[in-house]
């Protein structure tokens, strides 16, 4: 990377995504520690193969509404301030207002998320998705539905947004990594039924 390291857009067969490594570098430490004390961090089960199984990570809904995926609703709990002013600052980047906001905290290189889209009818036919990381940097996958794959790196302080037609013709997921051994916190602000 060159000594400049601002906002790109990546052009994608079907999709863009807003890639930006040092977005929040100078506020990453103090966003880490403030969500990881403050969110009231939730382990929820998930059912796969016919069996309930607790999701290899843990999270917190927050925002103006509640959220349903894979069969389930969850209640959002209230903005936290810091997240809210987070959302303020992408807004401004991504021209873009965000109502929601899933937090995942991956507690160690074992904790993942499988392959999915973010396609749920409440987000609208083709939504833009914010993502924030903090703390041990992770690989984040992309396939295309046609087989073509990318990765990037999301490191501490890194912005990616997913927009365009993405969510419906590549999926993401975020791999377990043996050698990951610190924490790591991301968000993904949301807007429900953008115009
Ligand atoms: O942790 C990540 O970077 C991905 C999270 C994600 O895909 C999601 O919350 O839908
Ligand atoms: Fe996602």
């Given at each position: 990377m060159g000594l400049w390291s601002g906002p790109e857009w990546l052009a994608l067969n079907q999709g863009r995504l807003l890639w930006w490594?040092?977005?929040f570098r100078a506020e990453a430490d103090c966003w880490q520690a403030t969500l990881a004390h403050d969110i009231p961090w939730q382990q929820h089960r998930l059912r796969m193969f016919g069996q309930e199984v607790n999701e290899p990570r843990l999270s917190c809904w927050m925002g103006d509404w509640p959220y349903r995926y894979s069969g389930r609703e969850r209640r959002q709990v209230p903005w936290h301030p810091l997240v809210q002013a987070m959302a303020g600052r992408l807004e401004s980047i991504c021209g873009q207002s965000f109502d929601g906001v899933l937090l995942n905290c991956y507690?160690?290189?074992q904790d993942s998320m499988g392959w999915h889209a973010d396609?749920?009818?409440?987000?609208?036919?083709n939504p833009m998705i914010a993502s924030v990381s903090l703390g041990q940097p992770r690989r984040f996958l992309l396939r295309h539905e046609a087989g073509e794959q990318r990765e990037l790196?999301?490191?501490?302080g890194s912005l990616l947004v997913m927009a365009g037609e993405m969510q419906h013709h590549w999926r993401h997921a975020l791999p377990r990594m043996a050698r990951a051994e610190g924490v790591r916190i991301n968000l993904t602000f949301r807007r429900r039924n953008p115009g």
């Open positions: 490594p040092d977005a507690r160690h290189g396609d749920e009818p409440e987000l609208g036919p790196l999301l490191e501490h």
